[in-house]
């Protein structure tokens, strides 16, 4: 099983990014996928999460900027970004709270708190 975030990249402040977030594996399903972010020298912090039936929550910082969705069928989840800022520079970090996946003759097993590897996003202003 395996998270692995694309979209990351350098963007003028006021542009927008697309981050996506696609889980590999043998995956029956997710439960809440979240895009977190760490900038240099400061803490992790949680931006936006989605839970399995679609309810959203999503940090003061980046309310009205950022949109997280995702698609059940693909295994995927996306963060838009928009209006982006010089402090939304940081390393994006896609995770799942837990999911379920099948391991060859093993039969179902869960996966709890995984990680992608992570993205960098860097605003200029």
């Known amino acids: 099983v395996q998270l692995v975030e694309s979209g990351g990249g350098l963007v003028q402040a006021g542009g927008s990014l697309k981050l996506s977030c696609a889980a590999s594996?043998?995956?029956?399903?997710?439960?809440?996928w979240n895009w977190y972010r760490q900038a240099l020298g400061k803490p992790r912090e949680l931006v936006a999460q989605?839970?399995?039936?679609?309810?959203?929550k999503v940090a003061d910082s980046v309310k009205g900027r950022f949109t997280i969705s995702r698609d059940d069928a693909k295994k995927t989840t996306a963060l838009q970004m928009n209006s982006l800022e010089p402090e939304d520079t940081a390393v994006y970090y896609c995770?799942?709270?837990?999911?379920?996946?099948?391991?060859?003759?093993?039969?179902?097993?869960?996966?709890?708190?995984?990680w992608g590897q992570g993205t960098q996003v860097t605003v200029s202003s």
């Open positions: 989605i839970a399995s039936g679609g309810s959203t």
């Open positions: 594996g043998s995956i029956l399903s997710i439960n809440t």
């Open positions: 995770s799942v709270d837990w999911l379920l996946f099948t391991d060859g003759d093993m039969g179902v097993k869960k996966a709890v708190d995984y």
